[in-house]
């Protein structure tokens, strides 16, 4: 990638040069013949002219052999691509120009010549980016699936194993903070998942015995045993992996085309370049013949299926990358046009995918900063994407002065946090199912506003029988939303909105974004 880049960038420092010289050339073209008759501007166009030549062979050998080998093996396959048809052109614009070098009078069009060869490398490079930052992303993926296992042996216990070593029916133990290595069933335990690689849902799921479980994602909390389902190279990420790789090797409907319609077109060129050439000859001389020859060769060249077509695919699959876009293949962004219905996703699309503490609803008569600082104390004991945005909340909120307590905090997998204090006893953060299991009072103003607002997503807090305050959480929505939909809008694309999260979060987004959820 670095070696072709250093041959594209000093191309171009060649191509600007002979660009300068020709332009020099053509002057004679724009002004009087009286201005420039004199012996010293004929001597400097001679000069000029070599000078392009010289500074266009290194071109010619930079970008032109990458295409020759290419011509050379397609010919091997007896196939016909765009390449001989550019390779015909460049190579009708260095030979008629060297030729009118060499005798001293005629065009030169060394600057064309050149400027297809970097414009077509330009457009390959700027693949090659594109795939090469596809295949980057996909690694990264590839890297999130452990090597080793603890895999249960006959005696009960759990050994350190190879993950290419597991097969179907095989028992793991995934602790928490772990990834899961492969697809599997939860045979024993409970835990919070974060998948939202696999489902895009950025809120954790509760998974407990029965439940199947997709290798790659994270077990946030629990102790989990999984029975594998799937091999190693064959669970839901190395398929997606394999899918997209596939895929993004495979051409584009147009460009499948232009390859179609070069298999004729360039030996019709080349008959019509020598009829024309032929018959230009009998007329006007074979210096004439010639010229006209290859100048239909040349014509030919730059043409929308040897450069508009590919390159335009190659610089949006570049671009697009470059913004963190990734296309499985060109065909896919071809039939972008035709699009006239979009769905967007919600969360890590329209949203963020970071839940954020917006607001703390307190029991009657509660003390606000006491609260604060019991659930800042739990929320600093776990690793979980809400208690993180607890202690968020607490630093931005300048009601509460006192400091957290230090306190011993345990995990309850797919609940919430518990911890034993010696003045307030047992002290519970998590989810409403946590709190009813432990038989905990929900005050009544609680009760209505839960009522109220069912769209978004609470975590209590409580101690000594009764539910002290609950936290309200909100997904931010991304900054460039709203533009990027507006957009949608003025190109008459009817949008609205898909996610696999509760109707009253997706309402709740949706007003903010005047989105219907699709149906």
Request: with cysteine; glycine share 10%; aromatic share 6%.
């Amino acid at each position: 990638m670095a070696n072709h880049l250093l041959r594209l960038g000093l191309a171009i420092f060649f191509t600007m040069n002979v660009m300068v010289f020709t332009m020099a050339l053509w002057s004679q073209s724009v002004y009087p013949d009286s201005e420039i008759a004199g012996p010293l501007a004929s001597a400097l166009r001679n000069v000029f002219r070599w000078a392009s030549l010289l500074f266009s062979l290194p071109v010619l050998w930079l970008l032109g052999k990458p295409i020759l080998q290419g011509v050379q093996q397609s010919l091997r396959r007896r196939t016909v691509t765009t390449d001989l048809l550019i390779l015909i052109g460049v190579a009708a614009a260095y030979g008629f120009s060297i030729v009118s070098v060499v005798r001293g009078e005629g065009h030169v069009y060394f600057e064309v010549g050149s400027m297809v060869l970097v414009f077509v490398s330009l457009g390959r490079w700027l693949e090659a980016k594109g795939k090469l930052r596809t295949g980057e992303s996909l690694d990264r993926l590839a890297d999130l699936l452990p090597e080793t296992v603890r895999c249960l042996q006959p005696d009960g216990s759990y050994q350190e194993s190879p993950r290419t070593s597991v097969r179907t029916g095989d028992v793991l133990r995934v602790l928490p903070g772990e990834r899961i290595p492969l697809d599997g069933t939860i045979v024993g335990g409970e835990a919070h998942l974060d998948q939202q690689m696999v489902t895009g849902e950025s809120q954790f799921a509760v998974s407990a015995a029965g439940n199947a479980v997709y290798g790659g994602t994270l077990n946030v909390d629990g102790d989990l045993r999984i029975e594998v389902t799937s091999e190693n190279g064959q669970e839901t990420l190395s398929r997606l992996i394999k899918l997209i790789r596939t895929a993004r090797s495979q051409k584009g409907r147009h460009e499948q085309v232009a390859d179609r319609i070069t298999a004729w077109f360039v030996p019709a060129v080349c008959l019509i370049a020598i009829g024309a050439g032929w018959r230009q000859a009998a007329v006007q001389g074979i210096d004439s013949g010639i010229l006209t020859g290859l100048a239909v060769a040349l014509i030919a060249c730059p043409c929308a299926l040897g450069l508009a077509t590919p390159m335009a695919v190659w610089a949006a699959l570049g671009r697009a990358a470059e913004n963190g876009v990734l296309f499985r293949s060109g065909r896919i962004l071809e039939k972008l046009s035709d699009v006239r219905f979009a769905c967007f996703d919600k969360t890590g699309t329209l949203t963020e995918g970071q839940p954020l503490a917006t607001e703390l609803l307190l029991g009657d008569g509660e003390c606000e900063a006491e609260v604060l600082s019991v659930a800042a104390s739990l929320a600093a004991g776990s690793t979980h994407q809400l208690s993180h945005a607890i202690a968020q909340f607490a630093k931005r909120n300048e009601s509460t002065k006192s400091s957290p307590m230090s306190v011993n905090v345990s995990t309850l997998p797919g609940r919430g946090l518990r911890s034993s204090h010696a003045a307030l006893g047992d002290v519970l953060l998590g989810s409403r199912r946590l709190f009813e299991e432990a038989e905990l009072e929900f005050p009544q103003s609680l009760e209505q506003r839960l009522v109220q607002d069912n769209g978004s997503q609470w975590v209590f807090v409580g101690w000594a029988g009764k539910v002290r305050g609950a936290f309200r959480f909100e997904e931010q929505l991304r900054p460039e939303a709203g533009q990027a939909l507006s957009v949608c809008r003025a190109m008459n694309i009817d949008t609205r909105l898909l996610t696999g999260d509760s109707a009253g979060r997706a309402k709740l987004v949706g007003q903010q974004l005047g989105l219907e959820a699709a149906s």
